[in-house]
Nanobody, 114 residues
Framework: QVQLVESGGGLVQPGGSLRLSCAASGFTFSYYHMSWYRQAPGKEREWVAHISNTGTIINYADSVKGRFTISRDNVKNTVYLQMNSLKPEDTTVYYC???????WGQGTQVTVSS
């Protein structure tokens, strides 16, 4: 069974940092490109960042470029999202996903507020 379990969210002040983790299981993680998405209540899901299966190709949405860093550890079957210089508009639920799969985790809540 495919599982994606996001963690690491929380409440931080503007300008603060969080590191999100997504633990993957049930598939050969190293074969798959991975992405982070976010979705605020009642809004469309937004793509945030992408990383290729080997980690050599990385892309970011303009809204997070220069602030967020996606990475992966294919031994630990985990993809990360390091979020720096957080803004209130980053507040939402964050999800990891692979386009080659149809599964989504439960997400992890990030709240940026003073």
């Amino acid at each position: 069974q495919v599982q994606l379990v996001e963690s690491g969210g929380g409440l931080v002040q503007p300008g603060g940092s969080l590191r999100l983790s997504c633990a993957a299981s049930g598939f050969t993680f190293s074969y798959y490109h991975m992405s982070w998405y976010r979705q605020a209540p009642g809004k469309e899901r937004e793509w945030v960042a992408h990383i290729s299966n080997t980690g050599t190709i990385i892309n970011y949405a303009d809204s997070v470029k220069g602030r967020f860093t996606i990475s992966r550890d294919n031994v630990k079957n985990t993809v990360y999202l390091q979020m720096n210089s957080l803004k209130p508009e980053d507040t939402t639920v964050y999800y990891c996903h692979s386009g080659a799969l149809t599964y989504w985790g439960q997400g992890t809540q990030v709240t940026v507020s003073s």
